[in-house]
Nanobody
Framework: QVQLVESGGGKVQAGASLSVSCRVS????????MGWFRQAPGKKREFVAA????????YYGDSVKGRFTISRDDAENTVYLQMNSLKPEDTAVYYC????????????????????WGQGTQVTVSS
């Protein structure tokens, strides 16, 4: 049984940094495109960042480019999202996602039917 468990969310001030992580069990992260999506109240789920199954390609949503960094630790079977220069509009529930042998680009297109989702972790940025 594949499980994705996010952690590290919280409440910070605008301009601060925060890192969230997604630990995977029941599967190997280097067989999956791993990504982060977010959903704010009343809004659609939005793509944030992804790393392809090969680990060589990453994609970012336009609103987070240059501020967020996705990384993968194969030894820990964990994916991280480092978020810098946070803005109030980054406030959302952040979800980890995994899709078997997908590319980061495919995940960014939101055309995939994602294989697995985490339960989400809340990130709140106050002004």
């Amino acid at each position: 049984q594949v499980q994705l468990v996010e952690s590290g969310g919280g409440k910070v001030q605008a301009g601060a940094s925060l890192s969230v992580s997604c630990r995977v069990s029941g599967a190997t992260v280097n067989d999956y495109a791993m990504g982060w999506f977010r959903q704010a109240p009343g809004k659609k789920r939005e793509f944030v960042a992804a790393v392809g199954w090969s680990g060589t390609n990453t994609y970012y949503g336009d609103s987070v480019k240059g501020r967020f960094t996705i990384s993968r630790d194969d030894a820990e079977n964990t994916v991280y999202l480092q978020m810098n220069s946070l803005k109030p509009e980054d406030t959302a529930v952040y979800y980890c996602a995994a899709d078997y042998l997908a590319t980061a680009q495919a995940m960014s297109s939101m055309s995939l039917t994602i294989d697995y989702w985490g339960q989400g972790t809340q990130v709140t940025v106050s002004s």
